[in-house]
Each structure stands twice: as C-alpha cells, then as structure tokens.
Nanobody, 115 residues
Framework: QVQLVESGGGLVQPGGSLRLSCAAS????????MAWYRQAPGEQRELVAAITIGRSTNYADSVKGRFTISGINAKSTVYLRMDSLKPEDTAVYYC?????????WGQGTQVTVSS
C-alpha cells in the first residue's frame, strides 16, 4: 500500500514562509491530480490548492497570490510554497494524490502561524 508522507510544517510568525513537501512511498501511476487540503480545529477540511496532470492549478480564494502548488508526477511528489502567512492559515495540512486506482492521503502536518 502506497503511503504519502508530508514534511515542512511548523511554527512561523505572521508574514513568514514555509514549504510543505509530500512524497509517496512508492510510485503512483496515472496521476490525475495532486492537491493540498487543510483542516483547522472545529472546521471542515477544505481544499487549499490543486494541480492537474496538465499543470492547471486551482487555489482557494483565501490563499491566492500567497501560496504556490507544484508537483512532479514521475516522482509522485507535490509541494506547497506558502508566503505571507497569516494566523488564519493555522491548520493541519494534508496532501492528496488522485489516480484512477484510488485516492491517497497523507497523515497531515501541523502549520501554526503565531507571534
């Protein structure tokens, strides 16, 4: 069973930056899309950013212009560059890789934005 492993979370001050990484333990064939979701305490999980096999990207309005998603399909790896972080970005961030054979999720990495 392929697993996704996230890294790069942590504590950062408002206005700071972080780069999240997500790598699969094995190769995932026929990737359709890769994405990052987040879930804050007491809130539902929400889509933050997604990138398709054709390199089309989609961002939540709250992160447009601040976050950048990128991915390497051949390595089943996806990144999220987060700039100008705000306290409301505090959440557990989950990576997701979607293929015709299944939906893969990471275990989550905590991002805390606080002074």
């Amino acid at each position: 069973q392929v697993q996704l492993v996230e890294s790069g979370g942590g504590l950062v001050q408002p206005g700071g930056s972080l780069r999240l990484s997500c790598a699969a333990s094995g190769r995932i064939s026929s990737i359709n899309a890769m994405a990052w979701y987040r879930q804050a305490p007491g809130e539902q999980r929400e889509l933050v950013a997604a990138i398709t096999i054709g390199r089309s990207t989609n961002y939540a309005d709250s992160v447009k212009g601040r976050f950048t998603i990128s991915g390497i399909n051949a390595k089943s790896t996806v990144y999220l560059r987060m700039d100008s972080l705000k306290p409301e970005d505090t959440a557990v961030y989950y990576c997701n890789i979607r293929s015709p054979y299944g939906d893969y999720w990471g275990q989550g990495t905590q991002v805390t934005v606080s002074s």
